[in-house]
């Protein structure tokens, strides 16, 4: 049924092709909730993939590497955190700036760089987890930044959901007024969230260029920060759907190159995905209930409709370039989730600038 | 009275000298489609520019636009050098086509050379190499040297440059081994090191043991050397960088010759619009050093091939050759030809052996 895709493989490598994406996006993440929109994130994540790439070849040790991108992304988000919170700048324009800006820095700072190669990073065997059967290859057996990606997160969403420092960056995010009347001193807080933003894209692009890749090349992040800004606004500015979202992204992305390489009909894989739901539906909903509802039916009977229509269309010949469609599914996800939820999760200052004598 | 006439006199003098100065520098355009940082095409590509300088020296005055997408955009910096005053522009990629034509038919004093395509004007001239030939070794190295009989092929996009590397380097391993099987992977881009990068894992972990790549970065390279064991080919730059394994032989691109040939024309008043498709033996195609990685015989054999490719005794489609469907398409000893129906220049099919469909 997988044809030469080995399943274990897969999923193990959607969790390192997610690992840059979902950086630069919790970063970014934290940036919007205070309030400020940086659309400077690809600069960030180039000039962070140099900055680290030249640090860990120098050093020879990656984790200096690191360490280096996320100073330098911090280091650049502080000029836009500068222009924007204390000369009041425009945030988008300044951002886009940013970006052309941490483009060309990158390319000058990478001059002596292309073509050599990164210090080996090696992936941790967790012992114990990693030798569980099945799970312990795809989820135990990554390089530490893999868990320190996830560890973010989750430590964004504790702060965001469970810390008072948390509470206070998000009332600055959603009425800076109030929350300037309230004694809280916006432009700091906002200060601090753009320079972790900064520090985090500045990982992302590390990871590219010292672990994904692993060498540098001009344009190495190829459009990434963009893609880690349009996963902000598909989860919603919540990290645990943001999770989900920077998984999507590079999922699709793996499984796209696997079903090319392994020679699939993508139109197959969604007839019979889309028929093993219709069962997993029914059985699942049997068990629970102990009886068929109208409801799973109705799910049932669309899933089936939906396997139908895919191999009817493979029967019809016409033409179908999967892969083409396959790439752009989570741009067309991101649209849908934005019309679902048009009105709903942005926070109230986004964008806006911020001075106190207002 | 004599003041002023000396004083008119001397600003025409002034005048004349600079637009004879100006006259006198050629200045030529470069419009690339990665960063000339790429360690590949575009790298290239402006290696030659650099060597037009170092020709001519002061006589002419270069300038180029990096990561150019092909579209709209192309057209939009074209026409910005076109207005500066560049009196021939090199666009060099495939899909810099129509852009090149549109553009050129708005400004008929500027000579326009367009990389890889096939649509010429009066100033409108076409060139490229001929890769196939560099694929057709690639294809009789990789076919003796894997051992899991799968090789990996990162192909660009489905225009027919790709897909004769493809069939080139296909025939060529199944001629030394019959149980070979490629696999294919579209990366519907040209210059794009994570997704690269990507696509060489997922082939690698796919069991192939051979990397054939037609896209632009050293992603791929460092990919394999990261997996171990893993053969591939350096693509349009030597990338010896990664020599002796994985790299272990190369396609270069030359085009300093021809850029500089060009650039004389111009100067000449003698450029026309001309096609040109040059292979291994006019040296616009060049085999990067075949490394010791490899058995010494393959090496042997390997290079025997070069000389005859260059020497022109051999062509790399030489009959039989069926296509994928089973149709004939050269019989016993006919040689392809370029520009005819099912010719080379404008390929859209697979030959006989191989899986999968060109995506449309």
């Known amino acids: 049924m997988f044809g030469s895709i080995d399943p274990q493989l897969l999923l193990a490598s959607l969790m390192v092709a997610a690992t840059p994406i979902m950086l630069a996006a919790i970063g970014e993440l934290v940036v919007e909730r205070a309030g400020v929109l940086n659309l400077g994130v690809e600069g960030m994540m180039i000039t962070g993939s140099v900055i680290g790439f030249i640090a860990a070849i120098k050093t020879g040790n990656p984790w200096i590497g690191f360490a280096a991108a996320a100073l330098g992304g911090a280091a650049l988000s502080l000029l836009f955190g500068v222009l924007t919170q204390f000369l009041l700048s425009n945030q988008v324009a300044t951002g886009l700036a940013l970006t052309l800006f941490g483009l060309g820095l990158a390319a000058l700072l990478g001059q002596g760089y292309l073509g050599v190669k990164a210090p080996v990073f090696p992936d941790w065997h967790i012992p114990l987890l990693g030798d569980i059967p099945i799970i312990g290859p795809i989820v135990f057996q990554h390089d530490p930044m893999v868990y320190l990606g996830l560890g973010i997160v989750a430590g964004v969403w504790w702060f965001l959901k469970k810390s008072r420092a948390g509470l206070v960056l998000r009332a600055v995010g959603e009425n800076h007024e109030a929350a300037h009347a309230l004694g809280y001193n916006v432009i700091r807080v906002r200060m601090l969230a753009i320079m972790f933003g900064g520090a985090c894209a500045g990982l992302g692009g590390a990871y590219l260029s010292i672990v994904r890749v692993p060498t540098y090349a001009a344009g190495l992040t190829a459009e990434m920060g963009w893609i880690a800004l349009a996963i902000v606004v598909f989860a919603g500015w919540k990290p645990g759907r943001l999770l989900l979202g920077a998984y999507l992204f590079g999922g699709v992305t793996a499984l796209q190159l696997n079903l090319q390489a392994a020679g699939l009909s993508l139109l197959d894989v969604l007839t019979i995905v889309a028929l093993v739901a219709a069962v997993v539906v029914v059985s699942v909903g049997f068990i629970q209930n102990r009886a068929f509802t109208a409801k799973m039916l109705w799910w049932a009977a669309s899933l089936c409709i939906a396997a139908a229509f895919f191999s009817f269309y493979k029967w019809l010949g016409w033409v179908f370039n999967e892969t083409l469609w396959l790439s752009s599914s989570p741009y067309i996800a991101t649209i849908f989730v934005l019309v679902i939820m048009s009105s709903g999760g942005a926070p109230g200052s986004l964008g806006k600038s911020f001075h106190a004598s207002r | 009275m004599l003041r002023r006439t000396l004083l008119a006199s001397a600003a025409a003098a002034t005048f004349v000298g600079t637009s004879l100065g100006a006259q006198d520098v050629t200045k030529v355009g470069f419009v690339y489609v990665g960063p000339v940082g790429d360690g590949g095409w575009t790298y290239e590509h402006n290696q030659g520019r650099l060597a037009v300088e170092a020709e001519f020296g ?21 026409t910005q050098m076109a207005l500066e005053g560049a009196d021939l522009i ?27 395509g096939y649509k010429q004007a009066d100033n409108v001239s076409v060139y490229s190499a001929r890769f196939y030939e560099g694929r057709a070794v690639q294809g009789h190295i990789a076919g003796q040297i894997t051992e899991s009989n799968v090789i990996g092929y990162i192909a660009s996009f489905p225009i027919p440059e790709v897909i004769r590397g493809i069939n080139s380097a296909y025939l060529h391993a199944k001629e030394v081994n019959p149980d070979v099987e490629f696999k294919i992977i579209w990366a519907y881009t040209w210059f794009d090191p994570a997704k690269e990068a990507e696509a060489a894992n997922v082939l690698i972990e796919q069991g192939a043991d051979v990397i054939l790549q037609h896209t632009d970065s050293t992603a791929p390279q460092a990919a394999a050397q990261a997996a171990g064991n893993v053969y591939t080919f350096g693509q349009a730059s030597d990338m010896s960088e990664f020599g002796p394994m994985p790299r272990v032989s190369s396609i270069i691109d030359d085009w300093a010759p021809y850029y500089i040939a060009r650039t004389q024309a111009v100067m000449d008043g003698t450029w026309e619009s001309t096609s040109t498709w040059d292979g291994i033996g006019a040296g616009m195609v060049g085999i990067g050093e075949i490394s010791d990685a490899i058995p010494a015989e393959v090496k042997a054999s390997a290079e025997d091939m070069v000389a005859r490719l260059a020497s022109g005794e051999y062509h790399a489609f030489t009959g039989p050759i069926n296509k994928q469907d089973g149709s004939a398409w050269l019989a016993e000893g006919e040689t392809a030809q370029d520009y005819t129906d099912d010719g080379l220049a404008g390929m859209n099919f697979y030959v006989e052996g191989l899986t999968g469909e060109i995506p449309q």
């Open chain 2, 58 to 78: 002061d006589a002419v005055e270069t300038v180029f636009v990096e990561s150019v997408p092909e579209g709209p955009d192309a057209e939009r910096v074209m």
């Open chain 2, 90 to 116: 090199f666009t060099t990629s495939f899909g810099y086509m129509d852009p090149t034509i549109n553009v050129a038919a708005q400004f008929p004093d500027v000579r326009f050379e367009h990389a890889t």
